[in-house]
């Protein structure tokens, strides 16, 4: 039998690759095309931002430019990398005239993507977040090097194909002492990884020594300039020691001459669209980082649930005045994707710091939603079989929790924005 890296090398063949994804998943999948002499030519991106920019010295271009693409590359295969927006991309691609002889989905030979959440807490108690909750129940710690290494080995044995790792969820994992040893133990096993942190800490020798070890992709979420903006949002946070740690960033990267992509996720609410923004876009443009905006929303999925079902809580009421799209019209302007499967049930594995799994990414809270007390003991089989049918995703789904949560249809999230904008800008 083959196994699910052969089936895809051999589909790949000697075609020319566009790869659809320029983050995590895509970066991963070329860190495999090169181990494995594929023919990667371009990377594909709807995301405006990234249009333009490199990743290892490969283009990234707009889906606009496919055709010019495929004129230059014949027999051009578009491999679409992303662990979770894949059906959009599929329709946009169908739209285009391509048949499923020009494309394939990376996710049906991988099977599932992985996070690990390496740290179970955050410095930060951002109200869109979790952490702004009462979580008194939930454990909390770090995940040892010794359990990453088992956790990662079994990994490899029960997919056969990782080509990236994610080492967060809903921790903060500049908190662990040992990151820079986990990101190196996860290249030893020829992986790519991707780190996301909200980079209000304080110890420059921690940020040195994971640029050193250099994560394929860096993400820093934060949600203003000034810290008006940024306190009223990112609960905790020091918005000023990230701007400095941003510049002791591109410092340690030039240092170590580290090949790390740096990406702002920049959070959009109502009062950091302005001024904000250009201020945090001048200083990621004079530092070489890309900047990507995101139309803000509220996790985790009990929450939302709680909100459909009439239950408000006052950190939402509060949170609300400061949404450009509210938690309603989020639901209503991704309604037409509700019919589509739940690619965080059906695409990722997530793995908590104390080897428990929970039913996906976005929920939080204990009870029914652990699959498996021990990742290291159960088999993947018994995990997946437990997915099925759950009771939280029949509630969560009910209600179009799932493709709001994904953030699809972003052109209308951002007309409801412009909207939203104009109405105020008028009084
Ligand atoms: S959104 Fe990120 S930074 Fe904010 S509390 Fe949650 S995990 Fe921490
Ligand atoms: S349906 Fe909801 S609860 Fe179930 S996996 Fe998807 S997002 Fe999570």
Request: glycine share 6%; charged share 20%; with cysteine.
């Amino acid at each position: 039998m083959h196994t699910a890296k052969e089936r895809l090398l051999t589909t790949l063949g000697v075609r020319p690759v566009a790869i659809w994804g320029a983050r995590m998943t895509g970066i991963g999948f070329r860190r495999l095309a090169t181990q494995n002499g594929i023919n990667a030519v371009a990377f594909i991106d709807s995301d405006p931002c990234l249009n333009g920019k490199e990743i290892g010295g490969l283009s990234i271009y707009a889906p606009a430019q496919l055709p010019l693409l495929r004129k230059q590359h014949p027999g051009l295969l578009v491999v679409i990398a992303v662990s979770i927006k894949e059906d959009e991309i599929v329709e946009l691609l169908q739209r285009g005239g391509l048949t499923p002889a020009d494309y394939l989905r990376y996710s049906e030979y991988c099977q599932s993507f992985y996070t690990i959440d390496v740290v179970g807490s955050c410095n930060l108690k951002c109200p869109s977040c979790v952490h702004s909750l009462d979580t008194t129940g939930i454990p909390k710690g770090l995940m040892s090097i010794e359990d990453f290494q088992a956790v990662t080995a079994k990994m490899m044995t029960d997919i056969g194909l990782v080509s990236h790792i994610c080492l967060y969820s809903w921790g903060e994992p500049f908190l662990h002492p040992k990151l820079d040893q986990i990101i190196e133990h996860v290249h030893r096993i020829g992986v790519a990884t991707a780190v996301s942190t909200n980079l209000s800490v304080i110890s420059s020798d921690q940020i040195e020594k994971v640029v050193k070890a250099a994560p394929e992709y860096l993400k820093i979420s934060l949600s203003g300039y000034y810290p008006d903006a940024y306190n009223s949002t990112h609960a905790g946070g020091d918005v000023n020691l990230v701007k400095s740690n941003l510049y002791k960033l591109r410092h340690f990267i030039n240092k170590h001459k580290a090949p790390i992509f740096v990406e702002v996720n920049y959070h959009l609410y109502n009062n950091n669209a302005g001024p904000d923004l250009k201020k945090m876009q001048d200083l990621c443009a004079e530092l070489g980082f890309s900047l990507a905006t995101v139309y803000a929303n509220v996790t985790p999925v009990e929450r939302l649930i709680d909100y459909c079902e009439g239950k408000r809580d006052p950190v939402i009421t509060e949170l609300s005045k400061l949404l450009l799209v509210n938690i309603d019209q989020g639901l209503e302007v991704t309604r037409a994707y509700r019919h589509l499967p739940c690619r965080f049930l059906t695409n990722q594995i997530n793995i908590n710091w104390d080897r428990t799994i929970p039913l996906c990414c976005v929920c939080f809270y204990r009870g029914d939603t652990i699959l498996s007390q021990d990742y290291l003991k159960d088999s993947l089989d018994v995990i997946l079989k437990n997915k099925e049918n759950h009771r939280l995703c029949a509630r969560c789904r009910k209600h179009g929790i799932p493709p709001y949560l994904l953030g699809v249809n972003q052109k209308g999230w951002e007309a409801i924005a412009k909207d939203y904008e104009r109405t105020h800008h008028r009084h």
